[in-house]
């Protein structure tokens, strides 16, 4: 089944891309939950959106990749989250929250999906986030989750 992925499916490829799945993945996972359409020769003009407004969110280039990475490693990334006794949040840290938190902290604006949180952040303390600016750029970020 030839599809085309309108989001970034890990192992698969990014959103624009055609590619060829197994026809049940493709009509049971990929387009029920939005990640592809079916591929038409009228669907050549969505490609070139997608591909498009990728590119406009995309980080220019590995050297642009470096000094985002050397901003925000040295940054003082601090979230404040209501806790309860002992340390333990009711509830846990988001990427959503993590990139708020960036970018209160004066850092540049970074893509929700390209965050990865060590498991759950479920404890307040020091924790060490990890984005992914580029394909070979990865961004240790440390955040200080505070209790509210």
């Not at 085309?4 to 060829?20: F, N, P, Y």
Request: charged share 25%; glycine share 10%.
């Amino acid at each position: 089944m030839k599809l085309i992925l309108t989001r970034e499916v890990s192992g698969l490829g990014l959103a624009g891309d055609i590619v060829d799945v197994a026809d049940g993945y493709g009509r049971n996972y990929l387009v029920p939950r939005g990640a592809a359409i079916s591929w038409t020769k009228g669907a050549e003009k969505q490609i070139t959106q997608i591909k498009r407004a990728r590119d406009a969110r995309e980080i220019r280039g590995l050297d642009h990749a470096k000094e985002i990475k050397n901003q925000l490693e040295q940054l003082s990334v601090t979230l404040t989250a209501r806790a309860g006794d002992g340390g333990k949040l009711f509830g846990s840290v988001t990427q959503s929250d993590v990139v708020n938190a960036v970018k209160a902290a004066g850092g540049p604006l970074v893509d929700k999906k390209r965050v990865h949180l060590p498991g759950h952040i479920k404890t307040t303390g020091a924790h060490t986030v990890t984005i992914e600016l580029h394909a070979d750029v990865v961004a240790s970020v440390p955040v200080t989750v505070a209790a509210s």
